[in-house]
T-cell receptor, first 113, second 112 residues
């Protein structure tokens, strides 16, 4: 079946370090791909998305490129801040109902001053 | 702007008890969803309602029922709670199929 796999966490970085969180997917067909972020005590918020191969989603300094050949959608940021500490979820859905998301297990990011 | 509001925020139940989790959105969204979040498993879809008057099963519907009371409200009911239903429950909504989901802040449920 369709699934999303993320790198194990937690990821601990110093402020201004480079961030990569790996995400790969298995899907029959051509899904849309998403990164959601969950800050402590809150619900998830959409961070960025890409709807077709080679699309790059970006928001708040975060980027991810939809790579069909490697079935990946890795999240990157050039310089993390303490305020980026959160849980990051990679997810996919298919056209027709983008609310029916298949999530990865989540990766906790902790950024230290 | 309230967005998606879930009540209660926390709940402890004994095995076999019943309860209803409430969700309301004030964004005039058409579609609403219930997810559960468990450690190491991400979020999994329980039920959804694509539009007022319709409901459908998601990935993990067993042990739950839902009601789309009106366009604003979508409730999740546990008829006979089990320890396996200990989880954080999130309600979400969206206006149309290409729009992002808006999540509530969750209900943390513990079943002893």
């Amino acid at each position: 079946g369709d699934s999303v796999t993320q790198m194990e966490g937690p990821v601990t970085l110093s402020e201004e370090a480079f961030l990569t969180i790996n995400c790969t997917y298995t899907a029959t067909g051509y899904p849309s791909l998403f990164w959601y972020v969950q800050y402590p005590g809150e619900g998830l918020q959409l961070l960025l998305k890409a709807t077709k191969a080679d699309d790059k989603g970006s928001n708040k300094g975060f980027e991810a490129t939809y790579r069909k050949e490697t079935t990946s959608f890795h999240l990157e940021k050039g310089s993390v801040q303490v305020s980026d500490s959160a849980v990051y979820f990679c997810a996919l859905s298919f056209s027709g109902n983008t609310g029916k998301l298949i999530f990865g297990q989540g990766t906790t990011l902790q950024v230290k001053p | 702007n309230a967005g998606v509001t879930q009540t209660p925020k926390f709940q402890v139940l004994k095995t076999g008890q019943s309860m209803t989790l409430q969700c309301a959105q004030d964004m005039n969204h058409n579609s609403m969803y219930w997810y559960r979040q468990d450690p190491g498993m991400g979020l999994r879809l329980i039920y959804y309602s694509a539009s007022e008057g319709t409901t459908d099963k998601g990935e993990v519907p067993n042990g739950y029922n839902v009601s789309r009371l009106n366009k604003r409200e979508f409730s999740l009911r546990l008829e006979s709670a089990a320890p396996s239903q200990t989880s954080v429950y999130f309600c979400a909504s969206t206006f149309r199929e290409e729009s992002p989901l808006h999540f509530g802040n969750g209900t943390r449920l513990t079943v002893t």
